[in-house]
């Protein structure tokens, strides 16, 4: 269990943890939202790691520790398998490695859907051994009763609308969706479920452009857009995409670096003067004491 949120720089690589200053909150979050207009678009990157958090966090509003790790940490072949354990332990990593964004925590699938109770039970979990500020659930309309329950026992709720991943058996893929005028009316009924069961903001996903416009112009919390529209109130990627992690990249990426070519060049580089014996050099040697 982790009760300590500040890394712990004498034993700890990672640079020293900056002055502390004020964490946004979640209520300061859903107040950037005032009579439908954002004037401030809300910052989101997924999170799974505590250096990843420090590089991240002044840049960010909001740190989402995503399910997502199942596919980009522990190489699973979707978010299904993912566990509250793992949630537990990245979700306080991340805490521990921020000192500014608001975090966020991803229920994994099977922790929260069967009953409001036992999605208190986990979100109350992960929020104790965190320190995170809220959860996030996937889910409209069904998961209402549960957001309401959660959200009046104090505990923020981040919805989940549009493409869910967790239920990429029933869908049967990740397309956009709400292509069609019956779809885009379901997900505009599940946007305004969440919203009015209390959510404190909801992610839209895959959602065809002009229904995720509606949406954000028709629910008073804020709407953080993936695969969505630049008029959402906010933006998420996963941020092994945004760096060039991965070769395949969904259309609605932006690659802002190639890290996995500059890793693949430093491992090359480091692999050669191994086999050359140039490295160690002597400025990486011990010497004796004379
Ligand atoms: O798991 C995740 O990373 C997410 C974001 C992509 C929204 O849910």
Known sequence: MSTTYTLDTSTSRANPTPAPVRRLTVPALRARKVDGVTADPIVVLTAYTARQAQLLDQHCDMLLV????????YGLPSSVPVTLDMMAAHGAAV????????????????SYE???????????????????????????????????FLSARGIPVCAHVGLTPQAVNALGGY?????????????????????????????????????AAMI?????????????SPL???????????????????????????????????????????????????????????
């Open 66 to 73: 995503g399910d997502s790790l199942g596919q980009v940490i």
């Open 95 to 110: 805490v521990r490695g921020s000192y500014h964004s608001v975090v966020i925590i991803d229920m994994p699938f099977g």
């Open 114 to 148: 069967a009953s409001p109770a036992q999605a208190f039970e986990s979100a109350s979990r992960l929020l104790k051994e965190t320190g995170a500020a809220g959860v996030k659930l996937e889910g409209g309309a069904a998961m209402a009763e549960t957001i309401a």
């Open 175 to 211: 397309g956009p969706r709400g292509k069609d005028e019956a779809e885009a009316q379901k997900i505009r009924g599940d946007a305004r479920a969440v919203a009015e069961a209390g959510c404190f903001a909801m992610v839209i996903e895959g959602v065809v452009e002009p229904v």
């Open 216 to 228: 954000t112009a028709e629910v008073p919390c804020p709407t953080i857009g993936i695969g969505a």
């Open 232 to 290: 959402c109130d906010g933006q998420v990627l996963v941020t092994d995409d945004l760096l060039g992690l991965f070769e395949r990249t969904p259309r609605f990426v932006k690659r802002y670096a190639d890290i996995a070519g500059m890793i693949g060049r430093a491992a090359a580089d480091y692999a050669a003067e191994v086999r050359a014996r140039t490295f160690p050099g002597p400025e990486q040697l011990y010497g004796v004491k004379k």
